[in-house]
């Protein structure tokens, strides 16, 4: 349902086009803008102002056409992500269209900025992170000198970060050794300058290289994510320490090095050793070495006088006399145990015997007949317990063969008919022809005939 002031646009009639209210025509671009979502617009910032609110109100020109923007205070941080926004900057501006109705104008609610180009470094700054990854350039992590002799740094002599160094150094070891090379940290070129400075700091001796610079935008510390300047960190045969930018700044050659300080203060306390804590760790160790000699010497001068009096500095007799002694104790133990021994190889000497004596043919043989004797009458009814055995089951199969034996049925007046001379017994009339000679085995004694005739079973009679 549409609001009471507004009007749906009507068809198009033949006497002209759709009518549509104000409020219809801005109610129905609302729609449109809201059916496109988010849009990239890219323009030249104008107009560029900060209200009091915090919130940034600026123009987008490009050509003769112009577009209002805003950031509100709440996404303002998160739209510019630290980089700066200034008058005449070219930039995307990602967001939505919004239309003010009172005034019949649109505009474009910013949620994220980037400036012209930045968006297509970024993604090449990826690939190229990837591409270091695969190669293991951020896993190598060698570990620091803990009293370099001399530290090199790279860095811009103007530079806020090299003065926050000076200082940090200044109230750790102030004239600690440290070597300068000056070069550009932002701009045009300043990258490979930078990787000049590391090749000649890494010739010229130092056990360790800074790379320091202040906080910025991303654009002033893009020099660090160039390539030329991580190859030239990863070449150098020193560790290598960052200190480039704030906490959440971090660049490729903070990937690369060898250990990552959050700011160039932190930095110089990570490579310039505290000079008193030095000196009071010298005086504890100076302190304790001193208690452990004077421990040593008493300890070895009580070791002294013992000796001094000792038996054996008083009176050296002793020790032949104690040697003596020694001796016939130990003549005396040794025949002790010689007859020990003795005692021992004579019991074993007899067990031996009696065992050979158990072992002996003789009584081997005895134990062998007394066995045999025992043996004997058990055989003898084993085998006769199988003979009776084996008897009993001949007569149980001879009366199995007997009740199906032929010659019981023939005994019970049956009788066997087959060919003279043999072959299998007639069961039929047919195959039987008249004056066919036949033999008739009976229970006692054959029978010889002569076929006459032959009769079928159903009493039909026929001569063959």
């Not at 070891?173 to 300058?193: F, I, S």
Request: aromatic fraction near 4%; glycine fraction near 12%.
């Amino acid at each position: 349902m549409s609001k009471p002031h507004s009007k749906e646009p009507e068809a198009q009639s033949s006497t002209g086009p759709p009518l549509l209210t104000v409020s219809g025509l801005t109610d129905a671009l609302k729609q449109r803008f809201a059916k496109w979502g988010r849009v990239g617009v890219e323009g030249e910032v104008s107009g560029l102002k900060r209200a009091g609110s915090g919130h940034l109100y600026f123009s987008l020109k490009e050509g003769g056409a112009v577009i209002s923007g805003a950031i509100w205070r709440s996404r303002v941080d998160a739209a510019l992500k630290g980089a700066s926004l200034e008058e005449g900057d070219q930039v995307v501006c990602y967001g939505t269209l919004d239309i003010y109705a009172p005034r019949g104008t649109y505009s474009l609610m910013v949620e994220r900025v980037e400036k012209r180009g930045l968006g297509e470094r970024l993604a090449q700054l990826e690939k190229l992170k990837a591409q270091l990854r695969e190669r293991g350039w951020f896993d190598r992590s060698r570990p620091l000198p803990r009293l370099p002799r001399v530290v090199g740094i790279v860095t811009s002599r103007d530079a806020d970060g090299f003065g926050d160094f000076l200082r940090t150094r200044t109230e750790r070891w102030p004239l600690y050794p440290m070597r300068l090379v000056h070069t550009r940290v932002q701009g045009p070129g300043a990258a490979e300058e930078i990787a000049q400075a590391l090749k000649r700091l890494d010739a010229s001796g130092v056990e360790l290289i800074c790379v320091v610079r202040g906080g910025g935008s991303i654009e002033d510390l893009w020099a660090f994510n160039e390539e030329v300047v991580a190859d030239a960190i990863w070449d150098c045969s020193v560790p290598v320490v960052t200190g480039i930018g704030h906490e959440p700044d971090t660049s490729l050659a903070d990937l690369v090095a060898d250990h990552r300080a959050h700011t160039p203060t932190a930095a110089a306390q990570e490579v310039i050793p505290e000079r008193q804590i030095l000196l009071d760790q010298l005086e504890g160790h100076a302190a304790h070495l001193e208690q452990i000699v004077e421990r040593m010497l008493e300890e070895r001068g009580q070791t002294l006088a013992r000796l001094m009096r000792s038996r054996s500095l008083r009176s050296p007799d002793w020790i032949l006399e104690d040697r003596i002694q020694s001796l016939g104790a130990g003549g005396r133990r040794l025949g002790l145990a010689m007859r020990a021994e003795l005692q021992l190889a004579t019991a074993g000497a007899d067990r031996v015997g009696g065992r050979l004596g158990q072992q002996s043919p003789h009584s081997r043989l005895a134990r062998l007949s007394s066995r045999l004797d025992v043996l004997g009458p058990q055989l003898q009814r084993m085998g006769e317990s199988i003979l009776d055995r084996r008897g009993q089951a001949l007569d149980l199969a001879q009366r199995s063969l007997s009740s199906v034996s032929p010659f019981a049925v023939l005994g019970r007046g049956y009788s066997i008919t087959r060919p003279q001379g043999g072959g299998a017994p007639i069961t039929s009339s047919e195959g039987v022809g008249t004056g066919d000679v036949l033999e008739t085995i009976l229970a006692e004694g054959f029978v010889e005939s002569t076929v006459t005739h032959t009769r079928l079973a159903d009493n039909e009679e026929g001569d063959k």
